[in-house]
């Protein structure tokens, strides 16, 4: 749009902030069904509702300006989009070079994202070890099913599992990792979560999209600790460890890893060694 008056910059602008707001609206939806917390999944359903009302009100004022609403892609958040998808990208190209240097041998390797210059890997292993692809969404799935060994993520997601496997080679392995915090009083253990590992409740892909520690920092304080209650195994309650152990097994899991969150280690270690694997095993 040529940009001839003041009038032809504002609805320029509103043209960007319809699309932001359309693309906001999809995204917004998608991560209210992959929350765990029912105080987050409140929080962006409340979000994705006032996105739409302020679509509402952006149709508004052009039918007022008499003036039909262009097409448009808002390359802020497409950015974003865009990002996430060269991401991918690298890591498919990364999974590339190391197979190939597991090959022997000198090799060297000119890809779009890396280059390797007769580069060797002196000490390799009888049999190349398994490579196990974190993915988070349908494309990282996807990829992962495509370039990996196995699959790795947190929560158990069944429809992930399913997924993966359903296009993954035969044999692949699928991992998944639960974080907890073992300790005789429920409320301390919550503030040892809350405090060192709030992302841990971030809903669906937003972990594989935010670029930097502050990000994560900012994201963060929209987790409470109630949430963090909801969604963490904490305390001494040993049915509830179980339950989230059971879960993983039931969605389709073949290993699962268990981190304790804090500094109670020794704890953990007696309390899961004999309370709660011999209840799962």
């Not at 320029?12 to 999809?26: F, K, P």
């Not at 508004?60 to 497409?78: I, Y």
Request: one cysteine or more; glycine letters at 8%; aromatic letters at 8%.
């Amino acid at each position: 749009m040529a940009i001839g008056s003041l009038k032809d910059l504002y609805l320029d602008e509103l043209t960007d902030l319809y699309d932001a707001e359309t693309q906001m609206i999809r995204t917004l939806f998608r991560l209210a069904e992959l929350a765990r917390a029912p105080e987050l999944r409140d929080a962006l359903t409340k979000h994705h509702e006032e996105s739409r009302l302020h679509l509402e009100r952006l149709e508004l004022m052009f039918t007022h300006w008499g003036e039909r609403r262009r097409d448009r892609v808002c390359a802020g958040l497409a950015g974003i989009v865009q990002e996430a998808d060269e991401r991918l990208e690298m890591l498919e190209e990364a999974v590339e070079v190391i197979r190939l240097l597991w090959q022997g041998g000198v090799q060297s390797h000119r890809g779009r994202h890396y280059r390797v210059e007769h580069a060797r890997v002196y000490d390799l292993p009888s049999e190349p070890p398994r490579i196990l692809v974190s993915g988070f969404g349908p494309k990282a799935i996807e990829l992962a099913a495509r370039i990996g060994d196995g699959f790795a993520t947190v929560g158990p997601d069944g429809d992930a599992v399913r997924q993966f496997r359903s296009t993954a080679r035969e044999g692949a392995l699928v991992q998944g990792g639960l974080k907890v915090c073992w300790g005789e009083d429920e409320g301390e253990a919550v503030k040892t979560v809350h405090r060192l590992w709030a992302n841990e409740s971030l809903p669906g892909e937003l972990a594989q999209i935010l670029p930097t520690p502050a990000h994560f920092e900012q994201a963060s304080t929209l987790v409470t600790e109630e949430m963090i209650a909801e969604s963490v195994p904490c305390g001494p309650d040993v049915d509830r460890h179980v339950e989230q152990i059971r879960a993983y097994e039931e969605a389709g899991f073949d290993e699962l890893y268990i981190n304790q969150i804090g500094p109670d280690q020794d704890a953990f270690f007696a309390a899961y060694r004999e309370r709660v694997l011999p209840l799962v095993r």
